[in-house]
């Protein structure tokens, strides 16, 4: 890695983010937070360029500009392996992917903000209910990985050692708390996510721990 | 006719891998049965059984056989080009077919929504980002003059976009890629039209409409 400080365009609320921010904690990358508020810059029609880019996170790294979180965690992984986020074993590896996909494709893009503001006026428009389908899409995505969990997980996700799949884990967990969801059908989830949030890299990249987090933010329980 | 299932067959023809084809029928809901979810929990397609595992999640699938199958690439050497791969299929396989997949169009449809709407929409939303995408990034095919993983993952959403109708003529590098990579052997193979499971009036259609 070169010797300037990566620069991460976030959101302090974007799940997505707070994956990338969790990633770059824990492999102890100092990096400069450069807020982004997606809906007022939508609402501006600004223009996007590298030093605005349209979606977040994007990270500034080695002299280069990266998107979409999950291709940004493998590069740091790659190119940062100190304090691995995957296992060797590519057996292993593959269980997290898979949780890590369940929750990057399977459940996030269906609910996030940017999307669901359109899809779900036209849920709306249709006469159909736009917490229902939110609450639909969840559970059945949470369904899945608690069914996945059961098989892989030990003190994490996949084993013992936090993984890719952990550092999603949390924030969707989080992201998903405000559509009051019963997390009591989720044992493992609730388990793996509550001992997640103990841990100082998550913490550190916890939405109310962020710049550009409003001060009535921060008095929220998570 | 799934897509996942198709970015896994279009890797394991590329890498030369032969294998075994178990037809699930998502249309009939066999994937939803209680002994399909003990190999996959995520009840979807696709599943692959190798070398003493299961593995599900299709993107999970395409990594496990390129770091264990690394002949034939399907992942450039350098990082950053190795994150352009990644972002692409990403950009397909995380915030298009996801939206659009089986799932919610029937909850869409349950509502008195029109599925083909949402799908349209869907879509042509994340069509717009991958074109931009390409003309960073692609020479010959995605990302460079390589076929990569979001060759892979690309070639099978065009495939769903002509089923719905989209007008492909927007995304000229899109047509352009997919159309070449229609002609290789690998993707060929793995087509819908040709696997055991497609039914013969499918078999007749000309789904291939690249204008």
Same mark, same amino acid.
């Given at each position: 890695?070169?010797?300037?400080?990566?620069?991460?365009?976030?959101?302090?609320?974007?799940?997505?983010?707070?994956?990338?921010?969790?990633?770059?904690?824990?492999?102890?990358?100092?990096?400069?937070?450069?807020?982004?508020?997606?809906?007022?810059?939508?609402?501006?029609?600004?223009?996007?360029?590298?030093?605005?880019?349209?979606?977040?996170?994007?990270?500034?790294?080695?002299?280069?500009?990266?998107?979409?979180?999950?291709?940004?965690?493998?590069?740091?992984?790659?190119?940062?392996?100190?304090?691995?986020?995957?296992?060797?074993?590519?057996?292993?590896?593959?269980?997290?992917?898979?949780?890590?996909?369940?929750?990057?494709?399977?459940?996030?893009?269906?609910?996030?903000?940017?999307?669901?503001?359109?899809?779900?006026?036209?849920?709306?428009?249709?006469?159909?209910?736009?917490?229902?389908?939110?609450?639909?899409?969840?559970?059945?995505?949470?369904?899945?990985?608690?069914?996945?969990?059961?098989?892989?997980?030990?003190?994490?996700?996949?084993?013992?050692?936090?993984?890719?799949?952990?550092?999603?884990?949390?924030?969707?967990?989080?992201?998903?708390?405000?559509?009051?969801?019963?997390?009591?059908?989720?044992?493992?989830?609730?388990?793996?996510?509550?001992?997640?949030?103990?841990?100082?890299?998550?913490?550190?990249?916890?939405?109310?721990?962020?710049?550009?987090?409003?001060?009535?933010?921060?008095?929220?329980?998570? | 006719?799934?897509?996942?299932?198709?970015?896994?067959?279009?890797?394991?023809?590329?890498?030369?891998?032969?294998?075994?084809?178990?037809?699930?029928?998502?249309?009939?809901?066999?994937?939803?049965?209680?002994?399909?979810?003990?190999?996959?929990?995520?009840?979807?397609?696709?599943?692959?059984?190798?070398?003493?595992?299961?593995?599900?999640?299709?993107?999970?699938?395409?990594?496990?056989?390129?770091?264990?199958?690394?002949?034939?690439?399907?992942?450039?050497?350098?990082?950053?080009?190795?994150?352009?791969?990644?972002? %692409?299929? /990403?950009? $397909? +396989?995380? #915030?298009?077919?996801? @939206?659009?997949?089986?799932?919610?169009?029937?909850?869409?449809?349950?509502?008195?929504?029109?599925?083909?709407?949402?799908?349209?929409?869907?879509?042509?939303?994340?069509?717009?980002?991958?074109?931009?995408?390409?003309?960073?990034?692609?020479?010959?095919?995605?990302?460079?003059?390589?076929?990569?993983?979001?060759?892979?993952?690309?070639?099978?959403?065009?495939?769903?976009?002509?089923?719905?109708?989209?007008?492909?003529?927007?995304?000229? %590098?899109? /047509?352009? $890629? +997919?159309? #070449?990579?229609?002609? @290789?052997?690998?993707?060929?193979?793995?087509?819908?039209?040709?696997?055991?499971?497609?039914?013969?009036?499918?078999?007749?259609?000309?789904?291939?409409?690249?204008?």
């Amino acid at each position: 890695m070169s010797s300037e400080k990566p620069i991460l365009h976030s959101y302090f609320r974007s799940s997505c983010s707070w994956r990338v921010r969790t990633c770059l904690n824990w492999k102890e990358i100092d990096y400069e937070y450069c807020p982004v508020n997606l809906l007022e810059r939508a609402q501006k029609k600004e223009e996007y360029s590298e030093t605005n880019p349209k979606v977040v996170p994007a990270l500034k790294t080695d002299g280069i500009l990266l998107s979409q979180s999950v291709a940004i965690l493998e590069y740091l992984e790659e190119t940062q392996p100190e304090k691995p986020l995957l296992p060797k074993d590519p057996y292993k590896r593959a269980l997290v992917r898979s949780i890590v996909q369940a929750i990057a494709s399977d459940i996030q893009p269906l609910i996030q903000p940017l999307h669901y503001i359109k899809s779900l006026q036209y849920l709306e428009s249709i006469g159909g209910n736009k917490n229902e389908y939110i609450i639909y899409c969840i559970t059945h995505g949470f369904e899945g990985i608690e069914r996945q969990l059961a098989n892989t997980s030990g003190k994490y996700c996949v084993g013992d050692e936090v993984t890719l799949a952990d550092v999603c884990l949390l924030p969707q967990v989080y992201d998903t708390n405000r559509f009051g969801i019963d997390m009591t059908k989720f044992p493992l989830i609730q388990r793996i996510t509550n001992d997640l949030s103990e841990l100082d890299a998550f913490k550190k990249g916890h939405p109310q721990n962020q710049i550009d987090c409003p001060a009535e933010e921060k008095n929220k329980i998570s | 006719m799934s897509s996942c299932s198709w970015r896994v067959r279009t890797c394991l023809n590329w890498k030369g891998i032969d294998y075994e084809y178990c037809p699930v029928n998502v249309l009939e809901g066999s994937q939803n049965k209680e002994e399909y979810s003990e190999i996959n929990p995520y009840k979807f397609v696709p599943t692959l059984k190798i070398d003493g595992v299961i593995l599900n999640q299709s993107v999970a699938i395409l990594e496990y056989l390129e770091e264990t199958r690394p002949e034939k690439s399907l992942l450039p050497k350098d990082p950053y080009k190795r994150a352009l791969v990644r972002s %692409l299929v /990403q950009a $397909i +396989a995380g #915030d298009i077919q996801p @939206l659009q997949n089986l799932r919610p169009l029937q909850y869409i449809e349950s509502t008195g929504g029109n599925k083909t709407e949402w799908a349209v929409y869907c879509i042509t939303h994340g069509f717009e980002g991958v074109e931009k995408q390409l003309a960073k990034a692609s020479g010959k095919y995605c990302v460079g003059n390589e076929v990569t993983l979001a060759d892979l993952c690309l070639l099978p959403q065009v495939y769903n976009a002509n089923w719905f109708g989209i007008d492909m003529a927007k995304y000229p %590098l899109i /047509q352009r $890629i +997919a159309n #070449d990579l229609s002609e @290789l052997d690998a993707f060929k193979k793995a087509h819908p039209q040709n696997q055991i499971d497609c039914p013969d009036k499918e078999k007749n259609k000309n789904l291939r409409a690249f204008i």
